[in-house]
Each structure stands twice: as C-alpha cells, then as structure tokens.
C-alpha cells in the first residue's frame, strides 16, 4: 500500500482510545503498589552468579572512590586512569563489574541500543562486537575486559553495599562505611548507581502464598531452568506450568526462549509493549575495519544523538528503530511551509510521526499473530515515547506457538496469587514456576534507591537538599556536597535512549575536574549555590518533557501517572537538547575555568 492509499487516521478516535486506555491504567497508588525486596522479600535479590568471599574490612585512603561498577564507574574509573590518577577505587554490591549487565543474564537479553554506541571504549580496548545489538553475555565480558584494560580491579571491592558517606570537613575527605565492616576515606567520591537497580516485585495479594518455585528476571534461576545466559535451551522447564508476569523489555526479550522450553507458558500482560522490528546481524569485519577509524566512537555517538534527538545530522549512520522514531518528525517539520514552524505546528508534527509509527506497530501485530483475539490484546494503545519502545523479531510470534497463551488482564493487572499459581480475570491458573518480570524502581527519591543517605557541609543530608526536587548543577555536582560527582542523566543531557553517552562525557567531566585540584592542590571543590540556580532556572525555561508525560499510560516514565509538579518538572534535561548538552559541557570542560565551581586549597 502506498502512503497514497492508505486510509485517513481518525487522530480524535486515536486521542479518545489513548486516553480511555491510560485512564483504566491509573492506580491511586503509583509507585506505593510495588513491593521492596527487603525482609522476607530478601531472598530474592541473592546472587546466584558468584559466591562471596571474605576479605578485611578497608581502612585506607583513596583519591576517588566510585559508587557503581557498571558503565558509569568503568567509563570514569577508565578516564581517571588515563589522568593519572593510580588508586580509583570502584564499589560495587555484585560480584563483579557489569552493573545492569552483572544481573540481567535472563535468555535473550541483549542491548536494544546498537552494540556501536551502546557498548562504551570500544575503540581504546580494540574490541569489535560481534552483532548490531549485542547479547548480554559479550556485554558483561566487554565490562571485564575495561576492568582489566584499565587497571581497575585491583582496587575494586565486590559484593560491597555502601551504608554511608559523611563529609569530614577538617580533612576534605569522605568517610565511608559499607556493608562490610569498611570505613576507608576518599577524597572525592563519585555515585554511578544506575537508573534502574532495585529489583521490584508487584504487590499482589497473596504473592506470599505460593508453594511453586519464583524468581525475579534480574536473578535468573538457571539452576531451576537448565540452559544458561548465551541461550542454550532450558530444558529443565520442559514439563514445566510457568507464570511470567510483566510484558516490558525483559519480557519481550525473554518470552520467545520460555515459549520454546515450557510445557506451558502463561503471559500475564497489564499493559502491551509496543514491538518493532530488530533486524540484528552479525558485524562483518570488512565493514568494521573500514568504519573503525581513528575516534570512529565519538562520531558514531554523536551521529546517533544528534539522530535521534532531533539534532543537526546529514547522515544516520546507525539506522534502526530509535534513530527512525525521529527521522519520521524531522521529515514532518521539514514538510511544513515556511513560516509555519510554531511550537504548536512541531507538536503537531510530532503526534503524526507518532500516530503514523503506532499505527504501523499495531499492523505488525495482525501480521505476525495467527489469532485475532490475540492480535487485538497485544496491540500497544499509546504514544510511542510513554513506555519503553521495544524492538524485537521472536516476541510477537512467540504467541503463536501451541504452549505459549497470552493473559491479557485488561489493564488491571493480576489479580491476586494463591499456593497453587496465578489468577486474572477471575480464573486460576496452577502453575509450578512464577517468573517476575515486573521491573526495577524508578521515579522513588533517589538516597532511597541509593541505599545511603550522603550527609554533607554541616551534617545536611541529600534527601534534606533534595526534599523539593533534585536540584544539581549540569546533573552532576550539589552546593553543601564538596566533592562528589553524581552520575545519572537528568538535569544534563538526559539521553534516555543511549544512557552509556552520557555516562562517556560524565567521566571526562569528572577526570578532567579531579586532574585539575589534584595539580593545583585543591583539597575541595563545590558548586556554588548561584550557579546551582542559574542552571536550574535554565533547565525550566525549556517546553518540559517529552517522555514521561502525565497524559501518558501509566508507566516509569510518568511515575506511574503521578504529577509530582516541581519535582516531575525537574526531571529534565537542557533546553536545547543531547547535543546541546554535550556541546556546552566540552566547552565548560576544556576551557579550564569550571564556570560555577569554586575550588578552595
Ligand atoms: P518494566 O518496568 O518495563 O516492566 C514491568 C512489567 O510488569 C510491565 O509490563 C508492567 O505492566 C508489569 N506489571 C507490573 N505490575 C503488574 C501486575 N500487578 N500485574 C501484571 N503485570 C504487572 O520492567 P522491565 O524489566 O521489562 O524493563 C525495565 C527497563 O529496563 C526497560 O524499560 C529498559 O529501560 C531496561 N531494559 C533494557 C533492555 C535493553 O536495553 N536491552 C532489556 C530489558 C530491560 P505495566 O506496563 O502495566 O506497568
């Protein structure tokens, strides 16, 4: 069918349905309906990969230590070195570097950013990644192999909570006390703790009754399943019932290699992911060779930001799924006459692009999916931005397999678990296994998904400063917190859809900080509390945010729906965009003066 033919959309019907679908969604509770993994939740969040040693508790002094040892910590761990700073010390609670990619080793996970700027310091450990989007277990080794590159195991401390940090003001230093018994000082400390850590569960009733066997996605039970992370089948869940609750990324990612192993496999969807295609393919190494020219990375980041922010590019060089969302909406504003680019014309553009991509990914559904009545339940009724886009060639057609059934629960969610397996809708279904692919925390205060609570200048802690809305300079530094370098998107360039960018330039802002008092003698460095307000006022004088709209269904992005006003609002990134971002914090960086910083010796 060409564009020609194709029949006009009804936007107001589209609008209507979009509406009435958030609207079942929304929960009185928000973020109260989901369950911390603490007391008897605990068990879930053992490591199954690597057993814990002992080893003395640290005492010492450090320069930097690192909270985090996943891309955040490798990256500035990584830029630090390179300064020449020998005794960075990274901590982190698995039992080794990797993060995000230390826990998430369920079947079928792989990076959904291209392995090309997803996968960090490709280009300094000469590393090629083997596909487009690489499987987690290449990922997880790549962040071994940075490790090694760069020197930072040897003063890593694994399978380490971090309890507390309290600024010594006598001494310019950090104290810091982990679960370990340590309480080592650093002069400056830095926290990479990752968007999405703390495993949640959702608080249905009775999830404490079931007899069966459960586990969360982040903890994948291989001993239970049989298989492992590369994708080796689980055949231990051949005569197996098995519940998996959740159709976000990790379901979309793991339901194809379940529905291949179970006896039976039951999909319990609250909400549909919207699925477009992946189209993966091995690298070729002719191409690589020829790609991978001197600071090929730092291009190809930078084409794929300015891509798919909206941001001048002549090229795309990645080409998929994300980098499309926004060719679509360029094409749209470049189509409007000249003088009619408005803010309200550019909206415009920017819901027709989406209702165009939606509707294309609902047609994708009946395409692929034999049943009608399934086809119709897995159908995503929202704008493309409110959830996490999903791209994948195995999940749609998983459902059409003899053992895999789709429990739609019509936005309600599960009902309620008993001792023998899972009800929706009012049916039981007996299961021996529930796997939770419920997610992770987000939108909850940041020291509380931290696990510590960092107390400051004059014994101020950070959920004290914060108790309005974060408030940060470039979404790095706080006035009354000397020292320390926050690692995490927002209020910078808040670059959702390639997370590992931001963390790049993090860790060039942060080494080339820490070079310059190292020479200098500086003891201590600080925002101050103007240029922490001019920064703030900046990022408010933007349109706000285009992902995470209240008007979206429900999900992490929005904060489940919730409007927390200044507090939701804050959660921005600059005005101008990524790139505009990036621009400004290179120059800011390189010209040496650190405008807003004050240094004291
Ligand atoms: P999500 O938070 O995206 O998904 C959780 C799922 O659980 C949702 O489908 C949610 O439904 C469902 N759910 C929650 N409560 C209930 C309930 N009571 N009954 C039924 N269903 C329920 O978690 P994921 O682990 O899938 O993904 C988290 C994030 O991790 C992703 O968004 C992505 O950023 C990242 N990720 C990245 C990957 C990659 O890059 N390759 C792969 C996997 C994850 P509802 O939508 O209605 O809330």
Redesign the pocket.
């Known amino acids: 069918m060409t564009v020609a033919d194709r029949p006009a959309l009804d936007k107001d019907a589209l609008r209507r349905r979009y509406r009435e679908e958030r609207d079942k969604?929304l929960r009185p509770d928000g973020n109260d309906?989901?369950i911390r993994l603490t007391g008897r939740f605990a068990h879930y969040l053992k490591d199954p990969y690597t057993p814990v040693t002992e080893r003395p508790p640290k005492t010492d002094h450090v320069t930097v230590a690192f909270i985090g040892g996943g891309f955040a910590g490798l990256l500035t761990g990584a830029r630090l070195k390179e300064a020449g700073v020998t005794d960075v010390r990274i901590v982190e609670k698995g039992g080794d570097f990797g993060g995000?990619w230390y826990w998430?080793r369920y079947p079928g996970?792989?990076?959904?950013?291209a392995s090309y700027v997803?996968m960090p310091l490709l280009e300094e450990t000469g590393h090629m990644p083997t596909e487009k989007?690489a499987h987690a277990p290449e990922i997880l080794e790549h962040c071994r192999r940075i490790g090694k590159h760069f020197g930072l195991y040897d003063n890593a401390l694994f399978h380490t909570e971090v309890l507390d940090l309290e600024w010594d003001e006598a001494r310019s230093r950090w104290l810091i006390r982990t679960d370990r018994g340590d309480a080592f000082t650093a002069q400056f400390v830095a926290m990479g703790i990752g968007?999405?850590h703390v495993p949640?569960l959702?608080?249905?009733p009775g999830i404490d009754d079931f007899a069966g066997h459960s586990f969360h996605?982040?903890r994948w039970d291989y001993a239970y399943t049989g298989g492992d992370p590369s994708g080796a089948p689980l055949d231990r869940l051949g005569d197996k019932r098995v519940a998996l609750?959740?159709?976000?990324?990790?379901?979309?990612?793991c339901v194809p290699h379940l529905a291949r192993s179970c006896r039976e496999l039951y999909v319990?969807?609250?909400?549909p992911?919207s699925v477009d295609v992946r189209d993966n393919r091995p690298t070729d190494p002719d191409w690589f060779a020829s790609i991978a020219t001197p600071g090929w990375q730092q291009r190809w980041l930078e084409n794929f930001t300015a891509n798919q922010t909206g941001g001048p590019a002549d090229e795309d060089l990645v080409m998929d799924g994300w980098t499309d969302i926004a060719r679509r909406f360029r094409a749209k504003i470049s189509a409007l006459p000249p003088g009619q680019v408005t803010q309200e014309s550019v909206l415009a553009a920017f819901e027709d692009a989406d209702f165009e991509k939606m509707e294309e990914i609902r047609a994708r559904v009946d395409a692929v999916v034999r049943d009608p009545e399934t086809a119709r339940r897995l159908k995503a009724w929202y704008r493309q931005l409110c959830?996490?886009p999903c791209f994948h060639d195995e999940y749609l057609q998983a459902f059409n397999l003899p053992g895999t059934h789709l429990v739609d629960?019509d936005?309600?969610?599960?009902e309620r678990i008993t001792e023998r397996g899972v009800v929706?809708a009012g049916r039981e279904y007996e299961v021996d296994c529930v796997i939770?692919?419920?997610?992770?925390e987000?939108g909850t205060d940041y020291t509380r998904r931290a696990g510590y609570d960092i107390k400051g200048r004059d014994g101020v802690r950070l959920s004290e400063r914060w108790a309005d809305g974060m408030r940060t300079l470039h979404g790095m530094h706080v006035h009354g917190f000397p020292n320390v370098f926050i690692v995490q998107p927002a209020q910078g360039a808040n670059l959702?859809s390639n997370i590992p960018h931001n963390f790049t330039e993090a860790g060039r802002t942060i080494a080339a900080i820490v070079r310059h008092a190292v020479e200098h003698g500086h003891t201590q460095v600080e925002a101050t509390r103007e240029a922490e307000d001019d920064w703030i006022e900046l990022l408010l004088s933007g349109t706000g945010r285009l992902m995470g709209s209240p008007d979206c269904?429900?999900?992490?992005y929005n904060n489940?729906g919730r409007d927390l006003g200044l507090k939701s609002w804050l959660n921005v990134g600059h005005p101008q965009g990524a790139m505009a971002y990036f621009a400004y914090i290179d120059r800011w960086r390189t010209s040496g003066e650190f405008a807003g910083l004050t240094f004291r010796s």
């Open positions: 969604r309906q989901y995000t998430n996970a792989q990076c959904d950013t997803y989007y968007p999405l949640k959702p608080g249905i996605t982040s609750i959740g159709t976000g990324a990790t379901a979309v990612q319990f969807q609250r909400t992911s959830k996490r629960t936005g309600r969610g599960v929706a939770y692919a419920s997610g992770f987000v959702i269904t429900p999900g992490y489940e």
